[in-house]
């Protein structure tokens, strides 16, 4: 058998899913994909992707990749391929043959999310779906003082959620900051990888703590506490976007 | 009876409506607010728009108005009230008393469409229900320098569909333009008033003429031939954006 792997750039919307991984009976990006990649091999086929992403969360660059031996077919053949087989909520942007022993999770450099805020005025029924509607306007440079705090290596614990598994709590992260486009509020963050549920313990507390009033230094403070119970609400999972993963080897 | 007069403003996400307007044993906007208005009243109360929109198109300013009996109950609460009675694809932004004699058609002095157009890239899944997906990238100069003859009293014969039963063909467009919001190439249209399914060829026809590469000069030409023959195809309604309805007196 003459084995290939092929790396895949996905693109999912969230809203009629049950997250990433396979569960049972349960509608899942990974079980689509595999059951597309069954039909294209008549035989299983594991998908590996960057991470999991929960229920209702969207997806603009999530990576995977799964060895093949189907012969004779270019990499980005695959796009077509398995977009035939799969619904409209979920899209194959990019396919390409790769490395035998690149691993999507492992290889992966940087995880990149973004949520997405609406704030100071209505959601329009059309953005219900994808965006956190906060009622006030949040002060964006506070906001943006908070985020410069996240930055190099971090004790993450005060955004662990009491379920995380992980052993170590500290992750690197590359950067943070808010903006604005069009007129969402947009919150963007980069780590090496992140803790169960952490993007949205992240946004809601530096939104908390903005409402507040809290000043910079105080804020670090919090940070530096490791104190779960300081942490503000999660905000809920329909604003949030795996935007893009890099890997040391190339992107996909 | 003291009869009042109450005009709302109204946004809805199209995908699941057959329009506007209602029609029998078919979801529409117009059909689901009159029921919220019956339970209020315990009796039929007809709600008048600035205009239809057509099945799968969608509002962020539609404007409305209806006559209530119901006493001791400011303008301004109608939202909470309409909006528990409604479903979540279709919301009452604002309300207010106005005067008796406003009607939320024969008032209205102009109406603004937006056509969204993702261009160069794949649209996302949860970009999907609300823009077109145009795999190459158009010259935006290019859309402009037609989009500007289209300005002033016009017979806009070319963009009606045959199916349209105005007697007069002639419309006064205030102003059309292309912007790039985001990721996303927006075509802006404001007129007095539109023919059936007019705005939906006027982009398709702007978009099929710069692909041939023709000059804003033959552009010219062909708006004023009046030739219904000459128009490109008329875009999916999808992309389509009921964005901003505005009064004589004051606005919604």
Redesign the interface.
């Known amino acids: 058998m003459n084995e290939r792997n092929i790396r895949l750039l996905i ?3 969230g ?1 009629d899913f049950a997250g990433w991984q396979i569960q049972k009976n349960r509608r899942t990006v990974q079980a689509l994909i595999e059951a597309a990649l069954e039909t294209m091999h008549r035989e299983r086929r594991a998908l590996t992707a960057s991470g999991r992403t929960d229920a209702g969360v ?1 997806a ?1 660059g999530q990576t995977a990749n799964f060895h093949t031996d189907i012969a004779n077919m270019e990499g980005r053949r695959f796009v077509p391929a398995l977009n035939s087989l799969l619904p ?4 194959v ?1 990019d396919a390409a043959e790769t490395s035998l022993d690149f691993h999507a999770r492992f290889d992966a450099r940087s995880r990149t999310y973004r949520y997405h805020i609406i704030a100071g005025r ?1 959601a ?3 953005e ?3 965006a956190l509607q906060l009622w006030r306007r949040p002060d964006i440079n506070r906001l943006n003082e908070y985020a410069r705090r996240l930055r190099g290596e971090m004790d993450c614990s005060v955004f662990a959620s009491p379920k995380d598994p992980s052993k170590s709590r500290t992750r690197y992260i590359y950067g943070a900051s808010f903006f604005v ?2 007129d969402t509020l947009v919150f963007e963050i980069s780590a090496n990888a992140f803790l169960w549920r952490m993007v949205r313990s992240v946004a809601g507390t530096l939104l908390h703590y903005e409402q507040k009033g809290l000043s910079a230094a105080s804020f670090g403070d919090i940070l530096n506490s490791g104190d779960r119970s300081l942490a503000g609400p999660t905000v809920p999972p329909e604003g949030l976007f795996l935007w893009k993963v890099e890997y040391y080897r190339g992107c996909v």
């Open positions: 693109a999912y919307d809203t969207h603009a409209k909520d979920v899209r942007l209505a329009l029924p059309h219900r779906r994808y486009e069009g």
